[in-house]
């Protein structure tokens, strides 16, 4: 990750178009890769019947865990709690994929889903990074510039407007205040 914002710098390219799209898939590969080592050595155990309900039951016992020590920092507190309801709505958009792929008007379906889903998230992680590059250096922690107060950001702006080419290259230009 140093690597690529050190050479996007260099090039004077915008790291956070490149970092953010890394990131992600280093977190899916990372997860596949977990779930490959789990699902590898379940398999190599399959004789031990009660093996499979001890890990789930493991994993299931650390959820409270995971949602109790981020539970100690309010702001973490909002993200987990805004990531507990995408993940139930991608849930929501399983069972909707699950109904389509049984429909044989739809079989191919299956095979653009993960491309689709991972470029509207690479999307959003771009505005995103984009709009944290612009605040960091325009105003205080809490504190909106005074354009951006009054005209929020959405994706058409960032990505189509002539302050997206400036943020892009990494030329940011704060607002008069």
């Not at 890769?33 to 016992?61: E, K, M, N, Q, T």
């Not at 429909?103 to 653009?112: K, S, T, V």
């Not at 993960?114 to 984009?130: E, K, T």
Request: glycine share 8%.
């Amino acid at each position: 990750m140093v690597a690529v914002i050190v050479g996007s710098r260099k090039l004077g390219v915008n790291s956070d178009n490149l970092v953010t799209s890394i990131a992600a898939s280093l977190g899916d590969l990372i997860t596949l890769s977990l779930l490959a080592a789990i699902s590898s050595f379940l398999f190599h155990h399959r004789d031990l019947w009660f093996l499979p309900p001890a890990v789930g039951h493991y994993f299931l016992l650390l959820i409270p865990l995971w949602v109790s020590v981020p539970r100690c920092s309010p702001p973490i507190r909002e993200v987990l709690q805004s990531g507990l309801v995408g993940m139930a709505l991608s849930s929501i958009g399983g069972l909707i994929l699950d109904r389509t792929v049984s429909d044989p008007n739809f079989e191919g379906m299956a095979i653009f889903t993960p491309m689709i889903h991972g470029v509207g998230g690479n999307l959003v992680a771009i505005q995103a990074s984009r709009i944290a590059a612009y605040l960091h250096p325009c105003s205080a922690p809490g504190t909106l510039p005074p354009d951006m107060a009054s005209n929020r950001p959405d994706p058409c702006t960032n990505f189509c407007s002539e302050g997206a080419s400036a943020i892009a290259t990494g030329h940011t230009v704060c607002p008069e205040s």
